[in-house]
């Protein structure tokens, strides 16, 4: 028997095209899996272009899930970059009890206003600063990734960081540098990312 959309997790990410959203998402639905969920992820493609805003999307449950649809209702929306707020209402149909996962240097109420009424629950991250700090570049994508995981709580944060490891050692094989940067980024955004 098929899950109902009703009983995924589901989040959906806004960032700009070069930001690495869609990247954080199938790197979720790959940490997911590794953990024997049923997942899926995917980006929603528009003007495929550096800075364009991007949306992409993860579905994370326990049981199968046979639907296939952009996600309209979603748990958590993460948003890489807070300039979005302005033009995208990225708080748009979330869920009563989800979490808005934002990266700015800026404290929550003080983006409220910019987020057309919603009253729900905000985290903020400087992911920025995370990754300069453990990359010396601006990637905001790991930070926000291991942000949505602590405050989703989808996923058991020992299992996902071994498994973010064993990715990361896959993907930069040669390049111990990035590994241990990118393991870095993963632990300091699960203890800087404030859930309350």
């Not at 400087?126 to 602590?150: C, R, Y």
């Amino acid at each position: 028997m098929s899950k109902k959309v009703n009983d995924a997790v589901e989040i959906r990410w806004h960032g700009r095209g070069g930001q690495g959203a869609k990247t954080a998402c199938l790197l979720l639905a790959e940490a997911a899996f590794c953990s024997g969920k049923y997942v899926q992820g995917f980006p929603e493609y528009g003007p495929e272009r550096m800075g364009a805003p991007i949306t992409a999307y993860n579905r994370i449950s326990d049981e199968q899930c046979n639907v296939h649809s952009n996600i309209y209702t979603p748990n958590y929306v993460v948003v890489v970059d807070d300039t979005l707020l302005k033009s995208v209402d990225v708080a748009k149909g979330i869920k009563p009890g989800g979490i808005l996962i934002i990266n700015s240097r800026k404290e929550p109420e003080d983006l409220r206003p910019l987020l057309n009424g919603y009253e729900g629950k905000i985290c903020v991250i400087d992911a920025e600063k995370i990754s300069l700090e453990t990359l010396g570049k601006n990637f905001p994508n790991t930070p926000m990734l291991a942000a949505v995981v602590k405050a989703s709580q989808v996923l058991e944060q020992e299992r996902f960081i071994a498994d973010m490891r064993n990715s990361f050692e896959h993907k930069f094989r040669g390049k111990e540098e990035l590994v241990e940067g990118n393991m870095k980024a993963l632990i300091k955004a699960m203890d800087e990312v404030n859930v309350g």
